[in-house]
């Protein structure tokens, strides 16, 4: 069997499973899908994509010869050796990380010598150890294990996959790691071979430096509208020094999604756990859960009181590209403001079936304009391309009162304020 080309098995068709299932079909391995969702599973047997991610529903569709959709594991053992496990792991009411999901596949795969799980979900480090102490409980001690961390972005995901910054593959040597390796060879991306304890930390450590970098910006951020700086001055001049590096510099109301929340909290727990206090990482937490409420005093200082006011939320999704509402700041926002006595209006492009899933009372509209009409106040809180590219004009027009937050520092403050808006970014002047 040629390793290139060989077939694999993903467990879990969700962001992360499904981006990974297509990106090997188009490799040119068949990939075998595995998923306890069965009406999921249905509709990709019809070529129904459950979720919105640019690029990904035309790579299945180009791909779909080579991908398989199936609720039952034993198609994607007979099939293949090794299995990609990209389920869930949410976090639990301590911010430990949720491994119920995991366990359910490990308990499902019989023993054999043949097959090896290879762990995209993100799992606290010593995760692997444990399973295989698990295997070799249970007589699985054939059972190979690799964890393999993910770091795709949704909104970018195809790409990532594609062209990713590094692999990280973590084994303690044998055919399995070997394998993986080999699967990704193609991608020509520099490959950290290492241990499990090792690969599973790569994950944690990175998603917790990068949210760390978001809120240190964000209390620069709230020290320049005391000191009459400008964040977004400062950011550039910080990100050119190589040391430190333009991204993850944006000032803003906070980070959400589906990993860095539970990412920092679980490696604060997993530290907790361990008996070491993760001090910094407390900190990035609480200044994120502040970030999202400072929008609160913005709009209280221009309107006063909050209630009887209409606030259009412009953009849902926790970032652009996805229809992903998972910890997004909107979600805080609008029960803030009904908190408060204001009628939230919103709109997104992509994620409003999600989003009325999880808030009450929100009156949606088909359009940007729709939502602001008669809105006294307007809080950017995703920045979707046509949000930022907006008519100032129209939406002047369109609105009762003047005030627009841009909650992403996405906006030109000079053409909002021509348009005779009032412009309130964070952290600038
Ligand atoms: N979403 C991201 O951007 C991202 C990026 C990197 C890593 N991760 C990590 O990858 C993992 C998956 O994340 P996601 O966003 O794709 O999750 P998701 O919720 O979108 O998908 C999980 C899928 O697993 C399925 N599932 C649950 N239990 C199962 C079982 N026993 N057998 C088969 N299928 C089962 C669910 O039905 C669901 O379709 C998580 O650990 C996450 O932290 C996510």
């Avoid at 023993?111 to 295997?135: E, W, Y």
């Avoid at 849902?316 to 403001?337: G, H, I, Y």
Wanted: proline share 3%.
């Amino acid at each position: 069997m040629s390793a290139a080309r060989e077939p694999i098995g993903v467990i879990g068709t969700g962001y992360v499973g499904l981006v990974t299932a297509a990106g090997f079909a188009e490799l040119g391995n068949d990939v075998w899908c595995v998923d306890i969702d069965a009406e999921k599973i249905a509709g990709l047997q019809r070529g129904e994509i459950p979720i919105w991610e640019p690029g990904l529903a035309e790579l299945i569709e180009k791909n779909s010869a080579r991908m398989h959709f199936s609720t039952n594991l034993a198609d994607a053992l007979e099939h293949a050796r090794l299995l990609f496990v990209a389920v869930g792991t949410p976090p639990t009411y301590s911010g430990d990380a949720d491994l119920s999901a995991v366990h359910a596949v490990v308990d499902s795969i019989p023993a054999s010598d043949r097959h090896a799980l290879v762990m995209k979900s993100t799992v606290p480090c010593g995760t692997g150890a444990s399973l295989q102490r698990v295997f070799a409980e249970n007589g699985k001690q054939g059972l190979g294990y690799v964890s393999c961390p993910e770091f795709l972005k949704e909104g970018s995901a195809v790409k990532d996959f594609l062209h990713p910054d590094r692999v990280v593959v973590g084994d303690a040597g044998g055919w399995a790691g070997d394998a993986v390796v080999e699967l990704y060879a193609p991608l020509d991306a520099p490959l950290v071979r290492t241990d499990v304890a090792s690969a599973e930390m790569v994950k944690l450590a990175s998603n917790a430096f990068l949210a760390t970098k978001i809120s240190f910006i964000n209390e620069i951020a709230n020290v320049c509208e005391e000191t009459g700086a400008d964040v977004v001055e400062v950011a550039r001049g910080m990100g050119l020094d190589d040391r430190i590096g333009k991204k993850f510099l944006q000032a803003g109301i906070g980070f959400g999604g589906s990993c860095f929340p539970k990412d920092v909290d679980a490696l604060k727990q997993l530290a907790g756990n361990s008996g070491y206090h993760f001090q910094l990482l407390t900190s990035v937490i609480e200044v994120n859960d502040l970030q999202k409420r400072r929008v609160m005093r913005k709009l209280q200082r221009h309107l006063g009181s909050l209630a009887g006011k209409r606030v259009a939320l412009l953009g849902m999704a926790f970032k652009p590209n996805t229809d992903d509402m998972r910890e997004a700041s909107s979600l805080v926002l609008c029960a803030r403001l009904q908190a408060d006595g204001a009628r939230v209006a919103a709109y997104d492009p992509v994620a409003e079936e999600q989003a009325r899933k999880l808030v009450n009372g929100v009156d949606f509209s088909q359009s940007a304009l729709g939502a602001l009409q008669d809105a006294d106040a307007a809080v950017l809180v995703t920045e979707w391309e046509d949000l930022v590219g907006l008519d100032w004009g129209e939406v002047a027009a369109a609105m009762r009162g003047k005030l627009v937050v841009d909650g992403r520092n996405a906006l030109d403050p000079a053409a909002v304020r021509a348009a005779g808006l009032a412009y309130e970014g964070i952290g600038r002047r």
